[in-house]
């Protein structure tokens, strides 16, 4: 037994100095590569190490980093790892990293990479290879390092790629590649939905350019990266689909266009969110109610049902203190008590002589009432005659569809909100919705302030609008901002899945953010419209030639229940009459009859 663990022993001992002469069969180049690895930590901290690869110089170096440590010697995790940021990659030759897992490969597409290359590898093709897999942030060494001390890093916008950097230099051998593109183009297609990007040829030079606050976030990246945009690509008018489409296909690097929350797979093909806004519906102004409607709309049945009881509790106060008993009291004194009447009404009645003093008493509440009415009703009437008053507005989804109004939307939008379950619109019947495949189409009668719809509007394009109808003699449409779909939406940019430049991208717009260009571009946008023809200065809200004011055809309903009872009224006379007159002309003959006999 104690053989065999002596023998054991003598074998894992032998195992571990084989090992040990393996990895210390260069100890020179072991150091320099440590010594590159602790500069590429100052250059830019890394915390962990993923290593691809069997086994060579990286293994020995990075043991003696304090950094923990990945080995991937199959070439493949094919796990959804998620590694920290601060992660540089090592790899023992150029074809060891053969990562399949999509979304490790997404992750690490930024990293830094450091290839050790073996035999007489050329540094360029290495660098093309990674190239084409879009992975940019690479540098090589070769075997000869610890004698030439030269890291060869490829610079994909320059020509010759490589850069040949040397140990005892202090150039970094990583750089941001992408802050300086050389010129390089960026595929870029506009969906021209104005005021968000907006085609016009400069006067200067007659080249087409674009502006609005999504194009200009667009256009100031590319300058700033020294890039170019593809004009001639730009001109041609794409629908808001077609561009998603293109960025799923990998076919465009920026749409320039805006991408909301309700899509669902928002954070993989697109940017930082650009502008948080709310969503909303975009209503008509109620009309106001025609003049010749504001008599009857004061006309309150309550009201006038508590002056009815007003009136009788005066008469019958008049009848009780005029003598201080109840001896008058009859029906007809009480409905046809015309003092208490003319008081209500404000007209003079007579006063009794040597009136009590309770009648006085009695007599002056009647002139307060009377006051308090008919100045009342003068207010009301005058008031809304000057501003009438306008139909009831629409107070919840429900009732959408009872104001004649139907709401237009692109089929788009309508997917993106069922998608979402959004409960809001969950609310709305689908009659009361007209559904346009085409957006554009929905688009434009929207900015023509067409009056057979209602419209939902996100708040930035509100912005525009509001500002339009200032212009205009009356508000068209108001922004329902309690009838949201979504008070808080995400709008951002799409961007290629693998775009290497993402994150410069998304510091860029930050930037805009931070400095109040964005804010600026969206103030200005609707006279960007107007500058480049796109909308006019125009009163859109058609406003009537004249407005009509109270005719006498109007009002001819209070006249004809006049004249009816005036006819009645006379009918009456008429009647107390002709029985007065029958009854003495019967008396007469009894009279008559008594005497003949
Ligand atoms: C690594 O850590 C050990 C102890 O934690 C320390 O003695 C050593 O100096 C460290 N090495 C480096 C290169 O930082
Ligand atoms: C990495 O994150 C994704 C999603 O965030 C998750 O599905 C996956 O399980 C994570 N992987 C590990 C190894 O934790
Ligand atoms: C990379 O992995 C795939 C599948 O995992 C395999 O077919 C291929 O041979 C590997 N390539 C290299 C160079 O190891
Ligand atoms: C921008 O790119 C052009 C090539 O298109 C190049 O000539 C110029 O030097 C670059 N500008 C800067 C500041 O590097
Ligand atoms: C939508 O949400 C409601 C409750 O908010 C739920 O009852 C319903 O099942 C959801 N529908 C879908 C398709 O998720
Ligand atoms: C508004 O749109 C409807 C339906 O699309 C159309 O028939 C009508 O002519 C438009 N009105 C105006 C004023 O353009």
């Given at each position: 037994m104690?053989?065999?663990?002596?023998?054991?022993?003598?074998a894992?001992n032998?195992?571990?100095?084989y090992?040990?002469?393996?990895?210390?069969n260069?100890?020179?180049l072991?150091?320099?590569?440590?010594?590159?690895?602790?500069?590429?930590q100052?250059e830019?901290?890394?915390?962990?190490?993923?290593l691809?690869?069997?086994?060579?110089?990286f293994?020995?170096?990075?043991?003696?980093l304090?950094v923990s440590?990945v080995?991937?010697?199959?070439g493949?995790?094919n796990?959804?790892w998620?590694?920290?940021s601060?992660?540089?990659?090592?790899?023992?030759s150029h074809e060891?990293e053969?990562?399949t897992n999509?979304?490790?490969?997404?992750?690490?597409?930024?990293?830094r990479?450091?290839?050790?290359?073996?035999?007489?590898?050329?540094?360029?093709s290495v660098?093309?290879?990674?190239?084409?897999?879009?992975?940019?942030?690479?540098a090589t060494?070769?075997e000869?390092?610890d004698?030439s001390?030269?890291?060869?890093a490829?610079r994909?916008f320059k020509?010759p790629?490589?850069?040949?950097i040397s140990?005892?230099?202090s150039?970094?051998?990583?750089?941001e590649?992408?802050?300086?593109m050389?010129g390089k183009?960026?595929?870029?297609v506009?969906?021209?939905l104005s005021?968000?990007?907006?085609?016009?040829?400069?006067?200067?030079?007659g080249?087409?350019?674009?502006?609005?606050y999504?194009?200009?976030?667009v256009?100031?990246?590319a300058?700033?990266v020294?890039a170019t945009?593809?004009?001639?690509?730009?001109?041609k008018?794409?629908i808001?689909?077609?561009?998603?489409?293109m960025?799923d296909n990998e076919q465009l690097?920026i749409?320039i266009?805006?991408?909301s929350?309700?899509?669902?797979k928002?954070?993989?093909?697109s940017?930082?969110?650009?502008?948080?806004?709310?969503y909303?519906?975009?209503?008509?102004?109620?009309?106001?109610?025609p003049y010749?409607?504001v008599?009857a709309?004061?006309?309150d049945?309550i009201?006038?049902?508590?002056?009815?009881v007003?009136f009788?509790?005066?008469?019958?106060?008049?009848?009780?203190?005029q003598k201080?008993?109840?001896?008058?009291?009859?029906l007809?004194n009480?409905?046809?008590n015309?003092?208490?009447?003319?008081?209500?009404?404000g007209?003079s009645?007579?006063f009794?002589l040597?009136?009590?003093?309770?009648?006085?008493?009695?007599?002056?509440?009647?002139c307060?009432?009377?006051?308090?009415?008919t100045?009342?009703?003068?207010?009301?009437?005058?008031?809304f005659?000057?501003?009438?008053?306008?139909?009831?507005e629409?107070?919840?989804?429900?009732?959408?569809?009872?104001?004649?109004?139907?709401?237009?939307?692109?089929?788009?939008?309508?997917?993106?909100l069922?998608?979402?379950?959004?409960?809001?619109?969950?609310?709305i019947?689908?009659?009361?919705?007209?559904?346009?495949?085409?957006m554009p189409?929905c688009?434009?009668?929207r900015d023509?302030?067409?009056l057979?719809?209602?419209y939902?509007?996100t708040?930035?394009?509100w912005?525009?609008?509001?500002?339009?109808q200032?212009?205009?003699?009356?508000?068209?449409?108001?922004?329902a901002r309690?009838l949201c779909?979504?008070?808080?939406?995400?709008?951002?940019?799409?961007?290629?899945?693998?775009l290497?430049?993402?994150?410069?991208?998304?510091?860029?717009?930050?930037?805009?953010?931070?400095?109040?260009?964005?804010?600026?571009?969206?103030?200005?946008?609707f006279f960007?419209?107007?500058?480049?023809?796109?909308?006019?200065?125009?009163?859109?809200?058609?406003?009537?030639?004249?407005?009509?004011?109270l005719?006498m055809?109007?009002?001819?309903w209070?006249m004809?229940?006049?004249?009816?009872?005036?006819v009645?009224?006379?009918?009456?006379f008429?009647?107390e009459?002709?029985?007065d007159?029958?009854?003495?002309?019967?008396k007469?003959?009894?009279?008559?009859?008594l005497?003949?006999?």
């Amino acid at each position: 037994m104690a053989w065999l663990i002596i023998l054991l022993l003598c074998a894992g001992n032998s195992n571990a100095r084989y090992l040990d002469y393996i990895h210390k069969n260069s100890p020179h180049l072991e150091d320099t590569v440590f010594s590159l690895l602790v500069r590429l930590q100052l250059e830019e901290f890394f915390d962990t190490l993923l290593l691809y690869g069997e086994d060579c110089v990286f293994h020995s170096s990075s043991r003696r980093l304090n950094v923990s440590t990945v080995l991937v010697s199959s070439g493949s995790s094919n796990f959804d790892w998620n590694f920290s940021s601060l992660t540089l990659i090592l790899s023992c030759s150029h074809e060891e990293e053969n990562e399949t897992n999509y979304h490790t490969l997404a992750k690490l597409q930024r990293n830094r990479r450091l290839v050790y290359l073996r035999g007489d590898i050329q540094p360029q093709s290495v660098c093309e290879r990674y190239l084409q897999k879009e992975q940019y942030n690479v540098a090589t060494i070769a075997e000869d390092f610890d004698k030439s001390k030269i890291v060869y890093a490829c610079r994909h916008f320059k020509d010759p790629n490589i850069e040949e950097i040397s140990l005892l230099d202090s150039t970094p051998v990583f750089i941001e590649q992408f802050r300086n593109m050389y010129g390089k183009p960026i595929r870029a297609v506009a969906d021209l939905l104005s005021p968000r990007s907006m085609l016009y040829m400069d006067p200067k030079t007659g080249d087409m350019k674009i502006t609005g606050y999504v194009a200009n976030l667009v256009n100031t990246f590319a300058e700033r990266v020294n890039a170019t945009l593809e004009l001639d690509v730009l001109a041609k008018k794409f629908i808001v689909k077609q561009i998603f489409n293109m960025i799923d296909n990998e076919q465009l690097d920026i749409g320039i266009s805006l991408e909301s929350s309700f899509r669902m797979k928002f954070i993989e093909i697109s940017s930082y969110p650009y502008i948080l806004t709310s969503y909303c519906l975009m209503v008509q102004v109620p009309a106001k109610l025609p003049y010749n409607l504001v008599y009857a709309m004061i006309i309150d049945p309550i009201v006038l049902g508590i002056i009815f009881v007003v009136f009788l509790l005066l008469s019958i106060l008049l009848i009780y203190s005029q003598k201080m008993s109840w001896q008058d009291l009859s029906l007809a004194n009480i409905l046809l008590n015309d003092k208490s009447l003319r008081g209500l009404l404000g007209q003079s009645f007579p006063f009794p002589l040597n009136a009590s003093k309770k009648l006085r008493l009695i007599i002056t509440i009647l002139c307060f009432a009377s006051i308090m009415l008919t100045t009342m009703y003068e207010a009301y009437l005058q008031s809304f005659f000057t501003n009438p008053p306008s139909e009831p507005e629409i107070c919840s989804f429900q009732d959408v569809g009872s104001y004649n109004r139907r709401i237009a939307m692109s089929a788009l939008e309508v997917n993106g909100l069922i998608k979402t379950n959004n409960s809001h619109f969950r609310e709305i019947r689908m009659d009361d919705l007209e559904i346009f495949d085409n957006m554009p189409e929905c688009y434009e009668l929207r900015d023509a302030f067409n009056l057979s719809y209602n419209y939902v509007v996100t708040g930035d394009r509100w912005r525009s609008y509001a500002e339009q109808q200032t212009l205009f003699k009356e508000p068209v449409f108001y922004f329902a901002r309690d009838l949201c779909f979504s008070r808080l939406i995400f709008l951002s940019v799409p961007l290629r899945r693998h775009l290497p430049y993402r994150h410069l991208f998304d510091e860029h717009m930050m930037q805009q953010h931070e400095f109040g260009f964005v804010n600026y571009w969206m103030s200005h946008s609707f006279f960007d419209m107007v500058r480049l023809g796109l909308t006019s200065l125009k009163d859109l809200s058609r406003p009537l030639a004249y407005t009509p004011s109270l005719l006498m055809d109007d009002i001819s309903w209070i006249m004809k229940i006049y004249l009816a009872a005036i006819v009645l009224c006379v009918f009456c006379f008429l009647l107390e009459i002709g029985v007065d007159k029958w009854k003495r002309w019967m008396k007469f003959r009894n009279l008559q009859i008594l005497n003949t006999c």
